[in-house]
């Protein structure tokens, strides 16, 4: 696990250098091209904008795909072959959501602001109906951008405890948990594609424009 980690941290810090380098170069271009009209020069993009983006990609897709499902269907989990104790649509987002808070927290070095403990991991039992576990789903990707907005070329490798170990003693990076945010949420949003796609939804992402 943690070889791979490395490995997605590495290649997501390898995106963000490209993508800081590529939107520099276009700013650049932008001010050249743009000098004799009086305009000003585009922001430079910063590695906490780049990371927001690539955020904002999962909120968008996460966000509709929970919202896409009707609330008599978030008890819903599949059954139809090896699915024996797997999560239900409810549980799945608050999963996420819990995930995002623990995460967020760990990057900004406080404690989540709002209770995430559940059994298996699911996030608090007490937020049952639909409106309350997508509002807990939304707040928590606030809380993310607020955490990536502090992220800074002088922070972003810094050794910092984990939110998963209460001891302290485990160590870990804002980068590496940035990039756990992607990859944890695209990984569960590929599961409740498929609770939607099972109940004849057509998850809002891919139903084109």
Excluded at 74 to 88: C, D, H, I, L, M
Excluded at 176 to 185: D, E, I, K, N, T
């Amino acid at each position: 696990m943690n070889k791979k980690i490395c490995t997605i941290g590495l290649l997501m810090l390898m995106c963000v250098s490209l993508s800081c380098a590529q939107a520099t170069g276009n700013t650049s271009q932008a001010s050249g091209s743009s000098m004799g009209q009086g305009s000003a020069p585009a922001t430079p993009p910063t590695i906490a904008s780049v990371l927001n983006k690539s955020i904002k990609g999962i909120e968008s897709e996460f966000v509709s795909a929970a919202d896409a499902m009707p609330e008599d269907k978030y008890s819903y989990a599949p059954t139809n072959g090896e699915f024996k104790g797997v999560r239900t649509f409810a549980q799945e987002v608050r999963h996420v959501a819990a995930t995002n808070w623990e995460v967020a927290a760990g990057i900004l070095g406080e404690k989540p602001p709002v209770e995430t403990a559940g059994p298996n991991d699911n996030g608090p039992e007490a937020i049952k109906t639909k409106a309350d576990i997508v509002k807990y789903l939304k707040d928590s990707f606030a809380y993310v951008h607020k955490a990536v907005d502090q992220i800074t070329p002088d922070n972003l490798v810094a050794q910092v405890n984990s939110p998963f170990d209460p001891s302290g003693k485990a160590k870990t990076t804002r980068l590496s948990m940035a990039v756990l945010l992607f990859g944890h949420g695209f990984d569960h949003y590929g599961q409740i594609v498929e609770y939607l796609r099972s109940n004849g939804i057509v998850p809002p992402a891919s139903r084109g424009q």
